[in-house]
T-cell receptor, first 111, second 116 residues
Framework: DAKTTQPNSMESNEEEPVHLPCNHS???????IHWYRQLPSQGPEYVIH???SNVNNRMASLAIAEDRKSSTLILHRATLRDAAVYYC????????????FGQGTRLTINP | GAVVSQHPSRVICKSGTSVKIECRSL??????MFWYRQFPKQSLMLMAT?????????EQGVEKDKFLINHASLTLSTLTVTSAHPEDSSFYIC????????????FGPGTRLTVL
């Protein structure tokens, strides 16, 4: 499985944008980039995913480097409810995909 | 969005007993479900992949006779921890993959198992 590298922790202030980086230098051409987040004592929650182009949804934006070796999850205006562990995961496009979770980035939001 | 439930949300049992955890997809059919385990302050570890109507595929190091998985319908998978011991205490999380939509897994809220 292709690996991802994320900072262990990040801190930001409420109502400010947050940029969460992820390196995946060994990504293959068939790997999607997925982001999930996990709030304390809850199951992970889907945030966003993409292949090559940048993606936007109601929760966040995903900026993917042109060589696909890195990506950035962007929370445009962080709230206290965005405090969670954010996981960047690679998985195959097709088939019953396994998600291999790394350690993720623990995001703290200051009021 | 798609909803996955787990029951129970929390269970405490005595050492040596068996515990069954249910995972249900409430508003979609899931041909594939996954079971994860998460110890405190650690990441999720995949235990097994469950396909409806067939035997589960276990990850290396996971004892299939201890963690029995049954995926009898397109909306229900069960994980039974047999002869539970204190070291099995953990947060167990399931996820479901909708049929025909290969991109996104939907996770349940998790089950906290404490073995005394």
């Amino acid at each position: 499985d292709a690996k991802t590298t994320q900072p262990n922790s990040m801190e930001s202030n409420e109502e400010e944008p947050v940029h969460l980086p992820c390196n995946h230098s060994t990504i293959s051409g068939t790997d999607y980039i997925h982001w999930y987040r996990q709030l304390p004592s809850q199951g992970p929650e889907y945030v966003i995913h993409g292949l090559t182009s940048n993606v936007n949804n109601r929760m966040a934006s995903l900026a993917i480097a042109e060589d696909r070796k890195s990506s950035t999850l962007i929370l445009h205006r962080a709230t206290l409810r965005d405090a969670a562990v954010y996981y960047c995961i690679l998985s195959l496009i097709q088939g019953a995909q396994k998600l291999v979770f790394g350690q993720g980035t623990r995001l703290t939001i200051n009021p | 969005g798609a909803v996955v439930s787990q029951h129970p949300s929390r269970v405490i049992c005595k050492s040596g007993t068996s515990v069954k955890i249910e995972c249900r997809s409430l508003d979609f059919q899931a041909t594939t479900m996954f079971w994860y385990r998460q110890f405190p302050k650690q990441s999720l570890m995949l235990m097994a992949t469950s396909n409806e109507g067939s035997k589960a595929t276990y990850e290396q190091g996971v004892e299939k006779d201890k963690f029995l998985i049954n995926h009898a319908s397109l909306t229900l998978s069960t994980l039974t921890v047999t002869s539970a011991h204190p070291e099995d205490s953990s947060f167990y999380i399931c996820s479901a993959l909708p049929g025909g939509e290969a991109d996104t897994q939907y996770f349940g809220p998790g089950t906290r198992l404490t073995v005394l």
